[in-house]
């Protein structure tokens, strides 16, 4: 059966991690996958979640199956944190479900939305993260793609890209990035959003908005911004979100995907094949991580514990920014990096070939995706200035 198969290339993110961890090289960064670290490298559990699960082991009193949709009170918190006091959510129109992380909320929704039209497209940024590709196709979805970054002039295509959402169908889905574009960190501002939305209301598309990484732009209500415009103004959309990077949960797989619907019936009714899908595909979500996250949200000291939190990572991760164009300029390098202070979320393209990252890795143990997105949190005082060094040598 399986005795024909050839090998497939390692996953572009996930294999550095691997690349890195056996390096033996002292001096060695990891700028690869998009993983929130300290000052120190290290990514620690929040105080909030170590409070939360605390207080889960000393409370849980069963292990029983919760149902397909998960825990009713994690997917009412996160619908309020996504939309907050919004209008859909008083009008009934949102459900939204708990998921395997932000990935399996996106493998959901293309399920589901494939299910609503069969072989319909999917159009993504130029770039987007590169599991998009994967996981829509797996979900029975075509995959194309809408202008979106300018890699020589390191800014939005936006004209071209609403030109190119102008021609998209009635029948097809655009996915949009909710806020920290990943891998390019660049951002629809709030007058870009209001014409997107616009556009997506008058073509008539189905929005499907990934969001990642709320809280880690501008702030959790700012970073909402065009997701909750969207909602306001469409009858159906789509969201996904995550608790990986803002509650650091990563491993414990915990993110919701919410559809919205013209009315409550059309939502309940649609609610029911979403559910069909997740039934299908793993039954029912892990439960650890959206108890943690339910916990937070639902405890006015721990949910301003991880306020607290959320903002020092947020904080660092745009320090980290303009230290590394700061250490560039001190390092006599007279290319024009400022665009990456300006950039917003956990990424940024360096702007090299793959050949030259593939000597910072080489040479100097600097770990980035081929493409050149680093993830600049695993940027720190300590290290900067001999990243700064290692990408002077092979510019
Ligand atoms: C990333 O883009 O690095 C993260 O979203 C982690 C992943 O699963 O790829």
């Not at 459900?95 to 909320?105: D, H, L, N, Q, V």
């Not at 959402?165 to 990943?182: E, F, G, Q």
């Not at 073509?203 to 306001?232: C, S, W």
């Amino acid at each position: 059966m399986f005795g024909h198969l050839t090998a497939l290339p390692a996953d572009p993110i996930l294999s550095l991690l691997a690349t890195y961890r056996i390096d033996q090289n002292p001096k060695k960064i990891d700028l690869g996958v998009g993983v929130y670290k300290n000052e120190l490298g290290q990514t620690t559990v929040l105080d909030c979640v170590k409070a939360a699960e605390k207080h889960r082991f000393e409370t849980e009193d069963s292990k029983i199956y919760i149902g397909s949709a998960g825990s009713e009170g994690f997917n009412d918190a996160m619908s309020k944190l996504i939309f907050g006091e919004h209008e859909v959510l008083a009008q009934n129109r949102a459900r939204t479900i708990s998921t395997p992380g932000g990935t399996g909320a996106l493998r959901v929704a293309g399920e589901f939305l494939s299910t609503c039209k069969p072989g319909a497209t999917i159009w993504v940024s130029d770039p987007t993260w590169a599991n998009h590709y994967g996981l829509f196709t797996a979900a029975g979805l075509k995959v194309k793609t809408y202008p979106y970054y300018d890699h020589d002039n390191k800014s939005l295509k936006f004209d071209e890209m609403m030109a190119a959402l102008a021609k998209v169908s009635k029948d097809d889905i655009v996915l949009l990035h909710a806020c920290c574009h990943n891998p390019s960190g660049m951002d629809l501002n709030n007058e870009q959003w209001q014409k997107v939305v616009a556009l997506t209301k008058e073509n008539g598309f189905t929005p499907l908005i990934d969001m990642a990484y709320q809280g880690f732009g501008d702030g959790l209500e700012e970073d909402a911004y065009g997701v909750r415009l969207m909602a306001a103004h469409v009858d159906e959309m789509v969201l996904c979100s995550s608790c990986s990077k803002n509650f650091g949960l990563y491993r414990e797989r915990i993110g919701a995907c919410t559809i919205i619907g013209k009315d409550a019936t059309a939502t309940s009714i649609a609610s029911t094949v979403l559910l069909s899908v997740v039934r299908c595909n793993y039954s029912m979500p892990p439960a650890h991580g959206a108890a943690v996250v339910e916990t937070i949200l639902g405890s006015n000291e721990l949910r301003s514990q991880w306020y607290g939190e959320l903002e020092i990572m947020r904080n660092r991760i745009n320090d980290n920014r303009t230290l590394l164009v700061d250490s560039l300029i001190a390092q006599g390098v007279t290319r024009d990096f400022s665009f990456i202070a300006k950039q917003k979320g956990m990424f940024s393209f360096l702007g090299i070939t793959p050949e030259q990252v593939q000597q910072l890795q080489d040479k100097y143990s600097v770990y980035m995706v081929g493409s050149s997105r680093m993830s600049i949190a695993g940027i720190s005082t300590n290290n900067v200035e001999y990243l700064a060094q290692s990408i002077a040598k092979v510019l």
